[in-house]
């Protein structure tokens, strides 16, 4: 039966668009004279805020379309855009056959023209009536007399099944993504892998990689608002793509700057490995910021430059915070060590500096750096050897 397949999908955590083929070739089995079907929903997500998914009979693979926040003609102009007004009490028919039928959207003059007969929509609401909470669909026939009543009723039966096959689906990807984009990757696998207790941590070895914007602050102080955010959203994502092309872990912003690691453990252990991909994307990210100072210079815009520190150690990797209120992250002396590192790049006149227990351990990397000096960090007995990335001869 095609209750019990929709169940047994949802549960399997099968693909959407995969439900959505099965179903529809499961009702054109049936009987039903299905020529086109299509579901769509807002979305949480950072760039699209909905997406859709169009099976048409004889079409192949179901066409999947995601619409960007700000794409909002397409919808505003649909019978969607109705149902989700509380229109038409949830549902809409239009007999396209019909000479008096209204042609009220755009949609149904193409549909008609297509040779369809008929045109029928929903919407199926999940509990508490938010945007993301309902699954609209559509669905269309080219059959001379158009859907039968009866034909329509038993789909209707169906759609609150295929909406829960499509949320259970749904769910986990959305939650594994959201967690990924907040937390991090592996934070966020972890998390939904049940590492939530609060104390619950684990010692790793990483190469820390700590970001702060230069003169962010004066910055700050003449540009406000949206254009302040849209500047430092474009030069964290100069700092930030670097790592993460390089199996780094971005853990969290800091404002105006950020901390990332690079796990020797995602590096098969190989110390040298995680060193290196860690310097590539320094080098990387001071690049990509001085693109955008070039950039913004030639526009006659102010500019920013950013500071990175680079050291090796032992940190805790987990949960901490309140019983209702927790933060995953890496604590321990050498974030410490990392963050006063990065505040001497100013003082030094060096963009990056990297720790001697770093440098130490970087082997043939170890020819990409030089020795600015012995310096005393806060909260450090003895003076700290540092280094900064070699700079070619006469420079």
């Given at each position: ?268 252990g190989e110390t040298e490995s995680a060193i290196s991909a860690a310097l590539d994307a320094a080098e990387e990210a001071l690049a990509r910021v001085a693109a955008l100072r070039a950039e913004r210079e030639a526009g006659g815009e102010p500019a920013l430059d950013v500071d ?88």
């Open positions: 039966m095609i209750e019990q397949w929709l169940v047994a999908q949802g549960l399997e955590g099968c693909p959407p668009a995969e439900i959505i083929q099965g179903f529809c070739a499961r009702l054109i089995a049936g009987g039903l004279p299905l020529a086109r079907g299509v579901i769509g929903s807002r979305i949480l997500h950072p760039q699209f805020g909905a997406v859709s998914l169009m099976w048409r009979r004889g079409g192949g693979a179901v066409e999947i379309d995601r619409f960007q926040h700000d794409q909002t003609d397409e919808f505003a102009t649909s019978p969607f855009a109705r149902l989700a007004g509380g229109g038409d009490g949830g549902t809409m028919r239009r007999r396209l056959i019909d000479p008096d039928c209204p042609r009220d959207f755009p949609l149904l003059d193409r549909l008609a023209a297509s040779g369809m007969t008929d045109y029928f929509c929903t919407v199926v609401s999940f509990g508490e009536s938010t945007a993301t909470n309902r699954l609209y669909s559509s669905w269309t026939t080219d059959r001379a007399g158009g859907f039968a009543d009866a034909e329509l009723a038993y789909l209707v039966t169906l759609l609150p099944l295929l909406a829960l096959a499509i949320k259970a689906s749904t769910a986990p990807r959305v939650a594994r993504h959201l967690l990924a984009l907040y937390l991090g990757q592996d934070a966020g696998d972890r998390v939904l892998a049940g590492t939530i207790q609060r104390g619950s941590m684990q010692s790793i070895r990483a190469v820390l990689y700590y970001a702060d914007l230069a003169g962010f602050t004066r910055f700050a102080e003449t540009n406000t608002g949206l254009a302040l955010v849209a500047t430092l959203n474009h030069y964290l994502e100069a700092i930030a793509v670097p790592v993460t092309r390089r199996r780094g872990q971005v853990l969290k912003f800091l404002g105006d700057g950020l901390l990332a690691t690079f796990a020797l453990a995602d590096f098969s990175i520190a680079l050291h090796l150690g032992d940190v805790l990797y987990g949960n901490i915070g309140t019983e209702d209120r927790l933060d995953f992250t890496v604590i321990g002396p050498a974030v410490n060590e990392a963050s006063r590192i990065e505040t001497l790049c100013q003082a030094l006149a060096r963009r990056v500096l990297v720790s001697a227990v770093l440098a130490d351990a970087a082997g043939a990397a170890r020819q990409r750096l030089e020795p600015v000096g012995h310096v005393g960090l806060r909260g450090v007995r003895e003076p700290q050897l540092l280094f900064g990335l070699a700079r070619p001869r006469g420079a």
